[in-house]
């Protein structure tokens, strides 16, 4: 699977984005869909996850890190092959550089708590979200 991440972009303090994470391949119903994030000049972190139907009762399960969870949620068109992070009341501290990331046979929680993110089969590139005060 191949993944492209899009709609980052310039806000104000309280506003919304939603990302898209949109893939490539017959495949994708059966994938885990992450987000992770890298702020300006720290480490890259986990923000949230969708499970596919690659592993059993894991299909459109969530999981999202504790400073996002009442604020970002997730959803995914197997359809279209995509993946939706619908942020709101964006804060400074959500600025960064956003990317999708894909593995197959996972749950949502073993991507955000148990796996290496640089091992995980697919990446997209990023997309810049900037939240001004």
């Known amino acids: 699977v191949q993944l492209q991440a899009s709609g980052g972009g310039p806000v104000q303090a309280g506003d919304y984005l939603r990302l898209t994470c949109t893939a490539s391949g017959d495949t994708f119903p059966s994938y885990t869909v992450g987000w992770f994030r890298r702020p300006p000049g720290k480490e890259r972190e986990f923000v949230a996850a969708i499970g596919g139907a690659g592993v059993s009762g894991s299909g459109d399960v969530t999981f999202y890190v504790d400073s996002v969870k009442e604020r970002f949620s997730l959803s995914r068109d197997n359809a279209k092959k995509q993946v939706h992070l619908q942020m709101e009341s964006l804060k400074p501290e959500d600025t960064a550089v956003y990317y999708c990331?894909?593995?197959?046979?996972?749950?949502?929680?073993?991507?955000?708590?148990?796996?290496?993110?640089?091992?995980?089969?697919?990446w997209g590139q990023g997309t810049q979200v900037t939240v001004s005060s």
């Open positions: 990331a894909a593995e197959r046979w996972t749950t949502p929680q073993a991507m955000g708590i148990d796996l290496v993110p640089d091992a995980l089969d697919a």
